[in-house]
C-alpha cells in the first residue's frame, strides 16, 4: 500500500479531503461526487497548510477514521454553513509547531473535534463543548483531520500513553460520543435498555453500556451489525423482532433519522427515556410528536463527550474497537471510500496520512 499522497507539495500547502458544493474550483484529483442533495464533490485536493498561532499548536496527522460522521458531512450535513471545509473529526498525530502551548514537539496526541473559545459565558460555566463560538473539527471549523496537518487549541490536545497504538487511539473521539450517549441516557439501574443502530457509535455505545448494565441490549436492522455485537458478546436482537411493547426503559438512537427516532419512541414505555445521539444529514424530518407528548417520553440529546477517559479506556484495552476498522487506506483514496460508510458491516474505515 502505498499512503503517500500522489501530488507534489507547492510551498505552504498540503492535501486534504475536501467537500466542496457545486460551484468550487477544485484543483485536485480523485473527484467523487456522491450523490448528495446540495450536489457536494468531494476530493483529495491541495490546501493552504494552517500554521501554529499564540492559540492553536500545529499537528501533523498520522491516522485518521472515517466514520458514519464524514459520510454525513458528505452526504451535506452542515451545509448550511456553506464554503469548502475539510472533512474529518477523528485523528491522531504529532505536535509539529508548539506555538505558545507547552507540548514538546513530537508529542503524540488527539484532538478533541469541538474547538471552544474558552472566554465566553458557557465555557467559562463548565459547558466548552457548548460554547456560544465553537466549531466543530470537519464540519465547521476551518481543519479537519483528512489532511496532513491539522491547527488546534492547545486544550483539544490529549497526549496518548505509549501503550495506546494510532490505530486503536484515533477510535478516541467515537468511544467518547458513545460514552456521552451513555451517560446522558443513564443506563446503570435500569432493567431494560436498548441501543437502536447499525453504525459504529450503536456498537461502542452498547460496549460500553453492558459494561455498566449487563442487561444492556443492541437492537440493529442488519445482520451485519448483530454479528459485530456478537463478537463484541453484547447480547443483542433483530430490529424486526423487537415487536412494539413499548417496554423499554431507555432507547439510545444512534442513527438520528426521524424513522429512527420514531422506532425509538415506540419502543420506550410511557415516561421512558429516549436519548438522540445520531448527528444525520436527514434529521429536519418531521417525527410524530403526539406520541411523545401523550406517552410522556423524555426526549434528550447527546453530542460530543469529553475525550481523556475514552482515551484512558483505550489504553487500559477496557475497550479494544479496532475489529470495527473494516480496512486501512491511503488519504488519497478517502473520497471514494466515503460511501462505502453506507454498505452494511462497515462501520469505520482507518486512514493512514502519513507515518
Ligand atoms: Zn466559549
Not at 200 to 219: G, H, M, S, Y
Not at 294 to 306: K, M, Q, S, V
Amino acid at each position: 500500500m502505498n499512503a503517500a499522497p500522489t501530488t507534489l507539495h507547492t510551498p505552504g500547502s498540503m492535501h486534504a479531503v475536501l467537500r466542496r458544493g457545486v460551484h468550487g474550483i477544485g484543483i485536485g484529483i480523485g473527484i467523487a461526487n456522491i450523490g448528495t442533495s446540495d450536489h457536494a464533490q468531494i476530493e483529495f485536493a491541495s490546501v493552504a497548510r494552517p500554521h501554529a498561532t499564540q492559540t492553536r499548536v500545529l499537528v501533523r496527522t498520522t491516522t485518521a477514521l472515517l466514520t458514519p460522521f464524514e459520510r454525513e458531512v458528505a452526504r451535506g450535513l452542515g451545509t448550511e454553513v456553506g464554503g469548502t471545509r475539510i472533512l474529518g473529526s477523528s485523528l491522531v498525530g504529532v505536535v509539529e509547531d508548539a506555538g505558545a502551548s507547552g507540548f514538546a514537539r513530537g508529542t503524540r496526541v488527539a484532538v478533541h473535534p469541538v474547538m471552544s473559545c474558552g472566554a465566553c459565558e458557557r465555557c467559562h460555566g463548565g459547558l466548552a463543548l457548548h460554547c456560544a463560538a465553537r466549531t466543530i473539527l470537519g464540519f465547521d471549523d476551518a481543519c479537519g483531520g483528512l489532511a496532513e496537518f491539522v491547527s488546534a487549541p492547545s486544550a483539544n490536545l490529549v497526549a496518548l500513553p505509549k501503550e495506546l497504538d494510532d490505530d486503536r487511539a484515533v477510535f478516541a473521539v467515537a468511544l467518547a460520543r458513545a460514552m456521552q450517549a451513555v451517560r446522558r441516557g443513564g443506563v446503570e439501574g435500569k432493567t431494560y435498555a436498548s441501543i437502536l443502530g447499525d453504525d459504529l457509535i450503536a456498537i461502542l455505545a452498547a460496549v460500553v453500556a453492558v459494561e455498566e448494565n449487563p442487561l444492556a441490549r443492541l437492537v440493529a436492522a442488519h445482520d451485519s451489525t448483530l454479528r459485530a455485537a456478537e463478537q463484541f458478546g453484547i447480547r443483542h436482537r433483530a430490529l424486526q423482532e423487537t415487536g412494539r411493547r413499548g417496554d423499554q426503559e431507555l432507547v439510545i438512537d444512534t442513527t438520528g433519522s426521524a424513522e429512527t427516532l420514531l422506532a425509538a419512541a415506540r419502543m420506550v414505555r410511557p415516561r421512558g427515556h429516549v436519548i438522540a445521539a445520531g448527528v444525520s444529514a436527514r434529521a429536519t424530518v418531521a417525527v410524530e410528536l403526539s406520541h411523545i407528548a401523550l406517552d410522556e417520553i423524555e426526549l434528550r440529546g447527546a453530542g460530543f463527550g469529553p475525550l481523556s477517559s475514552a482515551i484512558d479506556r483505550l489504553a487500559r484495552r477496557v475497550i479494544d474497537p479496532s475489529p470495527l476498522a473494516t480496512r486501512r487506506i491511503a488519504i488519497a483514496d478517502a473520497p471514494r471510500a466515503i460511501p462505502s460508510l453506507a454498505e452494511p458491516g462497515t462501520f469505520a474505515l482507518l486512514v493512514q496520512v502519513s507515518r
